[in-house]
Nanobody, 120 residues
Framework: QVQLQESGPGLVNPAQTLSLICSVS??????????WAWIRQSPGKELEWMGF?????????SPSLDIRIRTTISMDTSKNHITLQLNSVTPEDTAVYFC??????????WGQGTQVTVSS
C-alpha cells in the first residue's frame, strides 16, 4: 500500500529556509509514470500547488514567481523520499504542507500534512 508521510520542523523563524521531507513507502519514487507534488494550505485559503518532481527527476514549479524563485524540490532515491526547500520564509508561508502522488491529471495518494508556522 502506498503511503506518504510529511515531516518537518513545525516552527521556523522568518528569513530562514524551510526544509520538509515526504517519506514514501509502498512504491519507489522512481516508478513511472508518477510524480510527487508539494501542496500547501494557509489558514482561510485554498490549496496552493507549489510544484512537483517527476519519477525521472524533472521538476516543475508553480507559475507564481514568489513560489518559483524560493522553492526547490528534490528526491533522494536511496531513502525514497522527496524534499521541499523554501527559502526566505515569511509568516505568509505559514500553512499545512502536503505531499501527494500524481498520475496523469490527478492525485491519488496524499500525506496527512504537516503544520508549519513561521514566527519569531
Amino acid at each position: 500500500q502506498v503511503q506518504l508521510q510529511e515531516s518537518g520542523p513545525g516552527l521556523v523563524n522568518p528569513a530562514q529556509t524551510l526544509s520538509l521531507i515526504c517519506s514514501v513507502s509502498g512504491i519507489s519514487i522512481e516508478s513511472s509514470p508518477y510524480w510527487w507534488a508539494w501542496i500547501r494550505q494557509s489558514p482561510g485559503k485554498e490549496l496552493e500547488w507549489m510544484g512537483f518532481i517527476a519519477y525521472s527527476g524533472s521538476t516543475y514549479y508553480s507559475p507564481s514567481l514568489d513560489i518559483r524563485i524560493r522553492t526547490t524540490i528534490s528526491m533522494d532515491t536511496s531513502k525514497n523520499h522527496i524534499t521541499l526547500q523554501l527559502n526566505s520564509v515569511t509568516p505568509e508561508d505559514t500553512a499545512v504542507y502536503f505531499c501527494a502522488r500524481g498520475i496523469y491529471f490527478s492525485y491519488d495518494y496524499w500525506g496527512q500534512g504537516t503544520q508549519v508556522t513561521v514566527s519569531s
